[in-house]
């Protein structure tokens, strides 16, 4: 018993020195979550084809269908944003703001989205490959990448198949500027896409 009140003082003392770094009931910084939007105008006009279309539900390896936002500081790394997260997955958000374009656009007499059941005339499906914060160099830049590929339904070929990649420099060096970046990228990567799909599908109406 005759030892307890210097090992007590002892603690007290180890843990006073200690303390900037220990954070005892300190609460953790609130997540934020992000929305991907498409910044473009819809200003472009296309001659509409009398075809129907059916668009795929995007897919992604494991990195891009997260939530969570990706980084990367060296080419063979890939971090996450601790307190920034997307309101829901890079793939989910793709395959929506894509199907609004083409519905803006009017390239297609009809554009409808799986799981519909239905028989169209072509059928799209698109791959998302790239999707992260380039972040090496300050600010770094937002990656895109993806692989779309064009299917005939009348006559069971392949009409075309393209990549598309576009990296966007962001504002900040932070997770909010990444954002800001992604929306640029997939608005220039929709740009790319909607304008193909004119493009192949004149040989196709």
Same mark, same amino acid.
Request: glycine fraction near 6%; aromatic fraction near 12%.
């Given at each position: 018993?005759?030892?307890?009140?210097? $090992?007590?003082?002892?603690?007290?003392?180890?843990?006073?020195?200690?303390?900037?770094?220990?954070?005892?009931?300190?609460?953790?910084?609130?997540?934020?979550?992000?929305?991907?939007?498409? !910044?473009?105008?819809?200003? +472009?006009?296309?001659?509409?084809? %009398?075809?129907?279309?059916?668009?795929?539900?995007?897919?992604?390896?494991?990195?891009?269908?997260?939530? #969570?936002?990706?980084?990367?500081?060296?080419?063979?790394?890939?971090?996450?944003?601790?307190?920034?997260?997307?309101?829901?997955? !890079? %793939?989910?958000?793709?395959?929506?703001?894509?199907?609004?374009?083409?519905?803006? +656009?009017?390239?297609?007499?009809?554009?409808?989205?799986? !799981?519909?059941? /239905?028989?169209?005339?072509?059928?799209?499906?698109?791959?998302?490959?790239?999707?992260?914060?380039?972040?090496?160099? %300050? %600010?770094?830049? +937002?990656?895109? #990448?993806?692989?779309?590929?064009?299917?005939?339904?009348?006559?069971?070929?392949?009409?075309?198949?393209?990549?598309?990649?576009?990296? /966007?420099?962001? !504002?900040?060096?932070? +997770?909010?500027?990444?954002?800001?970046?992604?929306?640029?990228? $997939?608005?220039?990567?929709?740009?790319?896409?909607?304008?193909?799909?004119?493009?192949?599908?004149?040989?196709?109406?």
């Amino acid at each position: 018993m005759k030892f307890r009140l210097p $090992v007590i003082i002892i603690l007290i003392v180890m843990f006073s020195g200690f303390g900037c770094s220990i954070k005892l009931g300190k609460k953790s910084s609130a997540k934020t979550y992000y929305v991907l939007q498409d !910044p473009d105008t819809g200003e +472009a006009t296309y001659r509409k084809r %009398p075809l129907s279309l059916l668009l795929g539900e995007t897919t992604a390896p494991a990195l891009a269908s997260s939530r #969570k936002i990706v980084f990367s500081r060296t080419p063979d790394t890939r971090s996450f944003y601790q307190y920034a997260s997307w309101s829901e997955t !890079p %793939p989910r958000f793709f395959t929506r703001l894509l199907l609004d374009r083409l519905e803006t +656009a009017r390239l297609f007499t009809a554009v409808c989205r799986r !799981p519909a059941v /239905v028989h169209t005339d072509l059928q799209l499906s698109v791959e998302l490959i790239e999707f992260y914060h380039d972040a090496g160099k %300050p %600010p770094g830049s +937002a990656r895109i #990448k993806i692989r779309a590929q064009l299917f005939d339904s009348r006559r069971k070929t392949t009409v075309g198949q393209q990549y598309f990649f576009h990296a /966007v420099a962001t !504002p900040t060096y932070d +997770a909010k500027g990444a954002v800001q970046g992604f929306s640029q990228a $997939v608005g220039l990567i929709l740009d790319d896409v909607v304008n193909w799909l004119d493009k192949v599908t004149k040989l196709s109406d």
